[in-house]
């Protein structure tokens, strides 16, 4: 059966950082892109950052550009999210998505197939 177990999060001081990881397994085909989304507390669901398992290539949002960074690991079954100098705005429950639909949106959560349950981090000022 499919698992997309996200580790990681918590709570830090602003300038601080904290890295997420999300492991996906039993997949029904081979993975082609995972994703970062966030949610906080009355906001819509946004994209952070996204990565194409095949080639590496990765995008960010503008709000993280620069501080974050996404990363795969060799096998591919992991992905990685980097948080430097977080903000009180960083505050989010934060998601890891996989398999992205054919011709879908990496930027649209909805185009996505398979869900991690969900990791907060919560930056103080």
């Known amino acids: 059966h499919v698992e997309v177990v996200q580790s990681g999060g918590g709570s830090v001081q602003a300038g601080g950082s904290l890295r997420l990881s999300c492991k996906a397994s039993?997949?029904?085909?081979?993975?082609?892109?995972m994703a970062w989304f966030r949610q906080a507390p009355d906001k819509a669901r946004e994209g952070v950052a996204h990565?194409?398992?095949?080639?590496?290539?990765?995008y960010y949002a503008d709000s993280v550009q620069g501080r974050f960074t996404i990363s795969q690991g060799n096998a591919k079954d992991t992905v990685y999210l980097q948080m430097d100098s977080l903000g009180p705005e960083d505050t989010a429950m934060y998601y890891c998505?996989?398999?992205?639909?054919?011709?879908?949106?990496?930027?649209?959560?909805?185009?996505?197939?398979?869900w991690g349950q969900g990791t907060q981090v919560t930056v103080s000022a």
């Open positions: 998505a996989t398999n992205l639909d054919d011709g879908g949106s990496a930027w649209n959560g909805a185009d996505f197939a398979y």
């Open positions: 039993g997949l029904p085909r081979d993975r082609n892109c």
């Open positions: 990565i194409y398992t095949d080639s590496g290539l990765s």
